[in-house]
């Protein structure tokens, strides 16, 4: 392991690109603690050290940021627009025709449907950042109005403030995005996939020295040990894939023979990822919204049913969020899975290239086939993502640790997905290189 290590740092190009790569990483890091024009940054610090931050959407936000969101500084908005972006393009796939066309055209539709998501990425950007902006102004970013430097995160409030304010973060959010397209062509892995990667990766510490300092040194090394064991049993999952076997007919064209080849079609465990992890929690983010908009400030009683929510859906440690969070995880997951795999698709193009699979007739026969494999293999993966995603939720109502908690939800699976991808690129380039990988 280490000589492979050693081969990494003695290959010039491998070494360069990390070296690129993990320069990069330490300007986005050093971008997410530069506060924004007209923040208060001691009131923000304060702030965050006597509240545990937020919950629900703002949460998932602040992680994927790297807790750069609740500091208010340039790049606080992370890579979240992008996220949101890409989704959509997907699910645009399937309501406009002229995405699926490009989808199909190959490189250069692809091009196209990239430059339709930086458009998005942007648009998305200015107005996540007009609506921190306000929330930041209004008092309400860290869902207390019980600590008076919560209420004064600005230096300036006036129109002209609020407006640079939003249009560094925008801008902010631009250069993030160059950031990660230079790491795919020039460094090592998915810029993207590793900037959420360091984002997730810099919450660590603190959430582990959280639970260190509220519950003690015994609970700190068994949560250690449990989320050692979880990272082992997510390896295991998101590696797990069911392989349908492929065969492809000879033809002769001319004097040569085409075809005639085995291969199989890999469906994963787990083929949703983390995508059902964040529709779950945006959906269940929308009641306690409406709720806080409803609350009366003058001190009244507020409506029966707003109570209602804010006792239930609020804090993630109640068993009814729990159960209706993992309901959702398993509902998106069928649905997500179902818009990125068309099993007819696949037959169809399986058939015009003359593949089969033994046993099952071309055409319509192996796209009930496939539908058939698809629907039974994700029931267990879609149950695997709900238990991985209640695991911060029962951390918070155990261990008292936040929703941010490092061993489960979207951040496991991000790590330990992000992380054996990267591992795999750099062992594919040692194996061009050396003719021995850095895996075994």
Same mark, same amino acid.
């Given at each position: 392991?280490?000589? &492979?290590?050693?081969?990494?740092?003695?290959?010039?190009?491998?070494?360069?690109?990390?070296?690129?790569?993990?320069?990069?990483?330490?300007?986005?890091?050093?971008?997410?603690?530069? @506060?924004?024009?007209?923040?208060?940054?001691?009131?923000?610090?304060?702030?965050?050290?006597?509240?545990?931050?937020?919950?629900?959407?703002?949460?998932?936000?602040?992680?994927?940021?790297?807790?750069?969101?609740?500091?208010?500084?340039?790049?606080?908005?992370?890579?979240?627009?992008?996220?949101?972006?890409?989704?959509?393009?997907?699910?645009?796939?399937?309501?406009?025709?002229?995405?699926? !066309?490009?989808?199909?055209?190959?490189?250069?539709?692809?091009?196209?449907? !990239?430059?339709?998501?930086?458009?998005?990425?942007?648009?998305?950007?200015?107005?996540?950042?007009?609506?921190?902006? !306000?929330?930041?102004?209004?008092?309400?970013?860290?869902?207390?109005?019980?600590?008076?430097?919560?209420?004064?995160?600005? !230096?300036?409030?006036?129109?002209?403030?609020?407006?640079?304010?939003?249009?560094?973060?925008?801008?902010?959010?631009?250069?993030?995005?160059?950031? &990660?397209?230079?790491?795919?062509?020039?460094?090592?892995?998915?810029?993207?996939?590793?900037?959420?990667?360091?984002?997730?990766?810099?919450?660590?510490?603190? &959430?582990?020295?959280? %639970?260190?300092?509220?519950?003690?040194?015994?609970?700190?090394?068994?949560? *250690?040990?449990?989320?050692?064991?979880?990272?082992?049993?997510?390896?295991?999952?998101?590696?797990?894939?069911?392989?349908? @076997?492929?065969?492809?007919?000879?033809?002769?064209?001319?004097?040569?023979?085409?075809?005639?080849?085995?291969?199989?079609? @890999?469906?994963?465990?787990?083929?949703?990822?983390?995508?059902?992890?964040?529709? &779950?929690?945006?959906?269940?983010? #929308?009641?306690? *919204?409406?709720?806080?908009?409803?609350?009366?400030?003058?001190?009244?009683?507020?409506?029966?049913?707003?109570?209602?929510?804010?006792?239930?859906?609020?804090?993630?440690?109640?068993?009814?969020?729990?159960?209706?969070?993992?309901?959702?995880?398993?509902?998106?997951?069928?649905?997500?899975?179902?818009?990125?795999?068309?099993?007819?698709?696949?037959?169809?193009?399986?058939?015009?290239?003359?593949?089969?699979?033994?046993?099952?007739?071309?055409?319509? @026969?192996?796209?009930?086939?496939?539908?058939?494999?698809?629907?039974?293999?994700?029931?267990?993966?879609?149950?695997?993502?709900?238990? %991985?995603?209640? %695991?911060?939720?029962?951390?918070?109502?155990?261990?008292?640790?936040?929703?941010?908690?490092?061993?489960?939800?979207?951040?496991?699976?991000?790590?330990?997905?992000?992380?054996?991808?990267?591992?795999?690129? #750099?062992?594919?380039?040692?194996?061009?290189?050396?003719?021995?990988?850095?895996?075994?």
């Amino acid at each position: 392991m280490f000589s &492979a290590i050693a081969r990494i740092f003695r290959t010039p190009d491998l070494r360069r690109k990390i070296g690129f790569t993990l320069a990069i990483i330490a300007l986005y890091r050093f971008g997410s603690h530069i @506060p924004a024009p007209f923040v208060n940054f001691p009131n923000v610090e304060q702030c965050l050290a006597l509240t545990s931050g937020t919950e629900g959407l703002l949460s998932l936000v602040n992680l994927f940021s790297g807790g750069a969101l609740l500091q208010l500084s340039i790049f606080a908005l992370g890579v979240m627009p992008y996220i949101t972006a890409t989704i959509i393009t997907q699910l645009l796939r399937v309501v406009i025709p002229h995405f699926e !066309t490009l989808h199909k055209e190959g490189q250069a539709g692809q091009a196209k449907l !990239t430059q339709y998501t930086r458009y998005l990425t942007i648009a998305l950007a200015l107005l996540q950042s007009t609506t921190l902006v !306000t929330v930041a102004r209004s008092g309400q970013l860290f869902g207390t109005t019980d600590i008076a430097a919560c209420q004064n995160l600005l !230096t300036n409030d006036v129109w002209w403030a609020q407006l640079l304010m939003i249009i560094t973060m925008t801008a902010g959010t631009g250069l993030i995005m160059w950031f &990660a397209e230079l790491v795919t062509e020039r460094g090592i892995g998915n810029g993207m996939s590793l900037l959420i990667f360091t984002s997730i990766a810099a919450t660590f510490p603190s &959430a582990m020295w959280l %639970i260190w300092e509220t519950r003690g040194f015994e609970v700190f090394l068994l949560v *250690l040990a449990v989320g050692i064991i979880v990272m082992g049993l997510v390896v295991f999952v998101e590696q797990s894939q069911r392989r349908i @076997p492929v065969q492809y007919a000879k033809r002769m064209v001319g004097r040569r023979t085409y075809g005639g080849t085995n291969t199989y079609i @890999p469906i994963k465990v787990n083929m949703a990822g983390v995508i059902p992890v964040i529709f &779950a929690s945006s959906l269940l983010y #929308i009641p306690m *919204l409406i709720a806080q908009f409803n609350t009366p400030q003058d001190g009244s009683e507020p409506a029966a049913w707003v109570t209602w929510i804010s006792q239930y859906f609020t804090t993630g440690d109640h068993p009814l969020y729990m159960l209706v969070y993992f309901l959702l995880i398993i509902g998106f997951t069928y649905f997500y899975v179902a818009i990125t795999f068309n099993p007819v698709e696949v037959a169809d193009n399986m058939k015009k290239y003359g593949g089969f699979i033994p046993g099952i007739r071309a055409g319509r @026969p192996t796209a009930e086939y496939l539908d058939y494999v698809l629907t039974r293999i994700t029931f267990p993966g879609s149950i695997y993502l709900g238990l %991985i995603a209640l %695991i911060p939720l029962v951390a918070l109502a155990t261990v008292g640790a936040n929703q941010n908690f490092p061993f489960g939800g979207a951040s496991i699976l991000i790590i330990v997905g992000v992380g054996l991808e990267t591992v795999k690129q #750099i062992d594919a380039q040692l194996q061009q290189r050396h003719y021995e990988g850095l895996l075994r």
